[in-house]
């Protein structure tokens, strides 16, 4: 399946937008991109996915490049609650397959 | 509260016990995973069942560890002679519907085996 990539750590100041790279590649035509959160000692928590527009929620948007080989979740005013382990899959819709493989995730650090 | 539940939350076990983790899905939903987690790395894919079938199983799933789920509804995860290097975040998910769909985690069984 296909890996996606993330920097190892981001630091970004209270109040101020953080935008949170991945490249995925190898992505599939039929590959949904995802997004998780993990605070510390608790699971994964889903935050946004796309396909190929960009998207808003409450939480976050999404960026999508126009190849698709590459998302952006967009965090517009960061606050200390949001400091977390950040995590991009992808979801491939076309197949009955149940994996999505997760890297190691952006350590996101936020300063008061 | 109506999300993935996991059970026991934490399970500290001797050398070669046996242990059982049980996750209850989100009602409704037809897809169940299990994941492993250590410290400092993403989870890594164990199993995954659509309803009571299971469809795919990772190579890290070794022959001590079994899941089930007999009805399409709760699942269980059990690791035969644990060792230390089992010591892990075991996570669970569920999702409804097609592959692309998204998945909820419950917040995680905790196993130290000393």
């Known amino acids: 399946d296909a890996k996606t990539t993330q920097p190892n750590s981001m630091e970004s100041n209270e109040e101020e937008p953080v935008h949170l790279p991945c490249n995925h590649s190898?992505?599939?035509?039929?590959?949904?991109i995802h997004w998780y959160r993990q605070l510390p000692s608790q699971g994964p928590e889903y935050v946004i996915h796309?396909?190929?527009s960009n998207v808003n929620n409450r939480m976050a948007s999404l960026a999508i490049a126009e190849d698709r080989k590459s998302s952006t979740l967009i965090l517009h005013r960061a606050t200390l609650r949001d400091a977390a382990v950040y995590y991009c899959?992808?979801?491939?819709?076309?197949?009955?397959?149940?994996?999505?493989?997760f890297g190691d995730g952006t350590t996101l650090t936020v300063k008061p | 509260d109506t999300g993935v539940s996991q059970n026991p939350r934490h399970k500290i076990t001797k050398r070669g016990q046996n242990v059982t983790f049980r996750c209850d899905p989100i009602s409704e939903h037809n897809r169940l995973y299990w994941y492993r987690q250590t410290l400092g790395q993403g989870p890594e894919f164990l199993t995954y069942?659509?309803?009571?079938?299971?469809?795919?199983k990772s190579r890290l799933l070794s022959d001590r560890f079994s899941a089930e789920r007999p009805k399409g509804s709760f699942s269980t995860l059990e690791i035969q002679r644990t060792e230390q290097g089992d010591s892990a975040m075991y996570l669970c998910?569920?999702?409804?519907?097609?592959?692309?769909?998204?998945?909820?985690f419950g917040e995680g069984s905790w196993l130290t085996v000393v």
């Open positions: 796309g396909l190929t």
């Open positions: 998910a569920s999702s409804f519907g097609s592959s692309g769909n998204t998945i909820y």
């Open positions: 190898t992505i599939s035509g039929t590959d949904y």
């Open positions: 069942f659509q309803n009571e079938a299971q469809l795919e």
């Open positions: 899959i992808l979801r491939d819709r076309s197949t009955n397959a149940g994996k999505s493989t």
